[in-house]
């Protein structure tokens, strides 16, 4: 796994995909309409919902050599929200705190709808 790398001054500083998955994941399960990040099994298809300590499951990083991230996340979201509205805000707000965050650039954030639950 490629790791992001920033030359200064000072120094390099070198960001691990497992950081920035773990922030943009704690930006995501605090937007509207998203219950929590989904874990798929893959050998017999079913989807659980993650706990907060490991929202970084659900989430994929890649960073290319020149610090463009794509980020892939797998979501279950609320049950009677629209599922467009409720993306569209999750993308604005992870693109845009996880760029303040790292100093990269997100250039695609995937979204992986793999369940529904109502939220009581």
């Known amino acids: 796994m490629m790791k992001g790398s920033m030359s200064t001054e000072l120094g390099i500083i070198t960001i691990s995909p497992e950081v920035i998955a773990k922030y943009a994941g704690s930006v995501a399960v605090e937007c509207f309409g998203i219950v929590g990040m989904a874990a798929v099994n893959m050998k017999d298809g079913l989807v659980r919902l993650l706990k907060r300590e490991s929202l970084t499951h659900g989430i994929h990083v890649d960073i ?57």
């Open 64 to 120: 290319s050599d020149d610090n463009i991230l794509v980020l892939d996340f797998h979501v279950i979201v609320a049950y009677g929200v629209n599922i467009l509205s409720v993306s569209d805000n999750l993308m604005n707000n992870v693109k845009y705190k996880v760029e303040e965050f790292t100093g990269m650039t997100v250039d695609k954030i995937n979204i992986f709808v793999e369940g529904v639950r109502v939220i009581d």
